[in-house]
């Protein structure tokens, strides 16, 4: 929102500490009855939407009626967050520039301050001018809500107003918009806009500033016009820029175990997304109850009336950020005398203009005019830029198609999924809705079923038709081994041929969509996983196979895909150490906030060997002659390789472990043994201990910490720590490159030290053959941004000792709460 400013560091300076694991126990439950947990028998429904807060402030809705359940989830959202909700109802209203300027930054997509307001404000603004929400709307589902999402958001509305009126703007405990003139009260349409500018977000940060800067040769708006680069300079450029917005986005981890891979119980889940501690994409938890209906728990990202990742008496599932781009461009050849014309077909056709204007405060406060011309083509708008890299306008244009443009339907697969009885169902939702926008789907369910789904909107681009259509830069993005493995395929087309448009295929649910038949899916006994690669290795026993739209396949896997299928494998064949075999909350507990550090697993001990074996301990580097042998026992003793509060030399190693990467994928490193797709989970390794290149990023490692001021062994403790009313928070967790599961990325915001994204909302669940599902969750920046609210900072600290919530979901363990507060909205 307004006060929010954020700078990501370089992954250099971002590292992490304090995991203190504390012993689970495991939920309790009630009497049952056989197939059907209590938890699933039919309480008398309340007259009125009631909330009960239990611990942390986590709020158990329950109500008649899905327009209930909608205000008392809209109420509690606004008590907990109305300045971030009212903040982004400002954004995808387009009123940013007009209250806050246009020079400030917005968070449209997935990352933070990527674009100004001015630019966000005729983002959004063109989408109202062109009616695309309100047209969505008017349809049937699938393309349209069903009655039950209208129902919940109609009730959501009531709730948030309520809230509103009761407590009156000027007196908003929230200091960020307490006052604001921005704050209103908010209609249907303000809700759906904003699940639609959830859904488009992952075009949104690569696209944005493109398509509303894009202007013909001669426009005063464009930028200097500038020659094409060659293929392989800007899919290079693109390829790169991607990566690093991979790199500083969101993310997640997800594992599901089965029946063969629990220990007590029939299967497990654990959901880790990553997602932005600040901003629209914080996730916030509750649990939503219809008796006889509807009994889900778990989060949603704010002001969402469903939930998102969680689970019912049957199900357990979460989402990962998946490896297909939800978009693709088109190269238009222009008329080099009227370049608004293109070719198609060897006949020339006019792009369509539209002038969008936006109202802007200038610096007196008067209020102005803001008009851009826009351009579009059959195939969508014109852009020219792609993550900032130049598609230059001069013989070509770059017209954009968004597969999630017309995509209302995730609400309705995740209103759906809430109810889902077991995996099948859960698959069943994904297909028959085709709504999941760019993420996995990993479940679990009480009958001992594991899936892995890449079942999403996805554009109809088979392997064959890439082959027909792709440009030549098109080649290279598309088929080109990528920096990185998480960073999605992206398609150029040849725009000049009408056939190159994405077919419509009769089995997908609306125009332009893969067949879902077609996309990856797996359920297994033992596990499944993703943690931001494709879905080749959801389990190394059984790679999967699927259109090259969808991701890479028999190519290296990231160090923190590496870290999660390793653990539990090791975990249920019982060679990791611990006690037994199988998954148990204690054990999945450590899985995660041990902290472990794959990179360090493969490399520490080479690196040390380099550094005792350097003449001297002296290495110049950069025209600097640095002493590193001050770091050859500090690392030696970091045999814990872990990011927790209390190691010393994990900073040390994570500053080497980024220099040495120096953006590159960790394929391209000194290794002795190098990738080979027959054993991708253990490829590369062996790091050379003679390489030029590590010995160098040691040196550079050692002078950027003594100039910074850190002690080559200061604690993570020391380091990485987030302040919350005045109080210090140590944070465990690292950036993902290192392999640590336990993903934390610091920057800058407001011009301080915090975390700007990295593990949000965690939660497991057990489901045992009958009674209620055993969940542990832990909210890791806690279910409120207000500084002045009790639960602002409360789960921080408890996800800073590595300790986690014992959740209530039964109506007795509800009443148990010694903290139940009851608010009826009568």
């Known amino acids: 929102m307004a006060r929010r400013r954020f700078r990501a560091r370089l992954p250099m300076a971002v590292l992490a500490a304090v995991a203190v694991m504390s012993t689970m126990a495991a939920t309790g439950s009630t009497a049952a009855v056989p197939d059907r947990p209590t938890s699933a028998v039919a309480e008398p429904a309340p007259d009125k939407p009631t909330i009960r807060y239990t611990e942390y402030g986590i709020p158990h809705i329950v109500a008649s009626d899905w327009e209930g359940l909608g205000t008392g989830y809209g109420y509690a959202a606004a008590k907990d967050n109305i300045c971030t909700l009212a903040d982004t109802y400002l954004m995808v209203n387009a009123q940013r520039s007009r209250h806050l300027g246009p020079d400030g930054r917005a968070s449209p997509g997935q990352n933070q301050n990527t674009t100004t307001n001015l630019n966000s404000d005729l983002y959004f603004q063109r989408i109202k001018d062109n009616g695309v929400v309100e047209r969505l709307l008017a349809k049937p589902a699938p393309d349209g809500p069903t009655p039950e999402v209208q129902e919940g958001i109609r009730g959501y509305v009531q709730g948030y107003n309520r809230y509103l009126a009761e407590t009156g703007v000027d007196n908003l405990s929230d200091p960020a918009c307490r006052g604001a003139a921005w704050v209103r009260p908010i209609t249907e349409l303000d809700v759906y806009r904003h699940a639609h500018a959830e859904i488009i977000m992952g075009s949104a940060d690569a696209l944005l500033d493109g398509l509303v800067n894009a202007a013909p040769p001669g426009a005063s708006v464009a930028a200097p016009r500038k020659p094409a680069s060659s293929p392989a300079t800007t899919a290079a450029k693109i390829r790169d820029a991607m990566a690093v917005s991979r790199e500083q986005g969101m993310g997640s981890n997800a594992l599901a175990v089965g029946s063969q891979g629990v220990s007590g119980g029939t299967s497990m889940l654990l959901a880790n997304p990553h997602f932005p501690w600040q901003g629209k994409n914080r996730m916030w938890q509750s649990q939503l109850t219809i008796p006889g209906k509807v009994n889900v728990s778990g989060a949603s990202l704010l002001g969402l009336p469903a939930i998102n990742i969680g689970y019912n008496d049957n199900v357990a599932w979460s989402h990962t950020v998946a490896t297909v781009a939800p978009f693709g461009l088109f190269d238009v050849q222009v008329d080099p005398l009227n370049p608004t014309k293109y070719l198609v077909d060897g006949a020339w056709e006019q792009m369509t203009s539209q002038q969008v204007a936006v109202d802007v405060k200038n610096a007196d406060g008067t209020l102005s005019k803001v008009t851009r011309t826009l351009w579009s083509t059959r195939y969508g ?230 550094c005792q074996g350097v003449p001297f301990g002296l290495v110049l580097v950069d025209g600097n002659l640095v002493n590193v042998s001050e770091a050859c026992p500090i690392l030696a003793a970091w045999k814990s390789h872990d990011y927790t509060s209390d190691s010393r030399g994990s900073w040390l190693f994570a500053t080497y472990w980024s ?30 201990p003679g390489s030029s290149a590590v010995r160098d990023a040691l040196a550079r490692a050692v002078l950027a910490l003594r100039k910074a001021g850190i002690a080559l062994n200061a604690p993570l403790s020391d380091v990485q720590k987030v302040t919350r009313g005045g109080e210090q928070i140590p944070i465990h967790g690292a950036i993902g490159q290192l392999g640590v599961l336990n993903v934390i990325t610091p920057g800058q915001v407001d011009g301080k030290f915090d975390i700007v994204h990295g593990s949000s909302f965690i939660q497991q669940v057990r ?44 109506e007795e363990q509800i009443a148990a709460s010694p903290e139940l507060r009851i608010k009826v909205l009568n």
């Open 381 to 610: 708008p014109i852009t020219t830029s792609l993550q900032g890299v130049a598609l230059p306008w001069v013989v070509s244009a770059h017209a954009v198609r968004d597969v999630n443009m017309d995509n209302l339907r995730a609400l309705n697969t995740w209103f759906r999924l809430d109810q889902a009885k077991d995996v099948h169902e859960v698959v069943d939702t994904l297909e028959s809705t085709q709504g999941v926008p760019f993420f996995n789907t990993v479940a679990s369910d009480r009958k001992g079923n594991a899936l892995y789904a890449d079942i999403q909107a996805t554009p109809n681009i088979t392997d064959a038709h890439a082959q027909s259509c792709l440009t030549e830069t098109g080649k290279l993005l598309f088929h080109q081994t990528l920096r990185l493995p998480t960073v999605p395929p992206i398609s150029i087309f040849d725009g000049k041929r009408g056939a190159c448009d994405w077919p419509d295929d009769p089995n997908a649910v609306a125009p332009g969509l893969l067949d879902p038949k077609r996309q990856p899916r797996l359920i297994r006994t033992d596990f499944v996983g993703n943690a931001n690669d494709s879905a080749w290795l959801a389990n190394p026993e059984q790679p999967l196979t699927f259109p090259r739209v969808m991701g890479d396949s028999a190519a290296p896997r990231s160090l923190r895909t590496q870290e999660l299928l390793l653990t539990a494998q090791r975990r249920i064949n019982g060679t990791d150490g611990l006690p037994g075999k199988g998954f148990t909350p204690e054990t999945m507990g450590q899985l995660l906030f041990a902290d472990n550090s794959r990179a360090a697993d493969l490399a520490l001990n080479a690196t040390v060997s380099m």
């Open 659 to 688: 220099y040495l990467l120096g953006g590159q994928g960790i394929e391209k490193l000194p290794w002795r043994v190098p990738f080979d797709p027959k054993d991708p989970v253990h490829t590369p390794n062996s790091l050379d």
């Open 767 to 810: 489901f045992t053959a009958d009674g209620p599902p055993q969940a542990l969750s832990v909210m890791a920046y806690s279910q409120s941004a207000n500084p002045n609210s009790p639960h602002y900072a409360d789960q921080t600290k408890l996800f800073s000792a590595g300790k986690w919530v014992t959740e209530r979901f039964t």
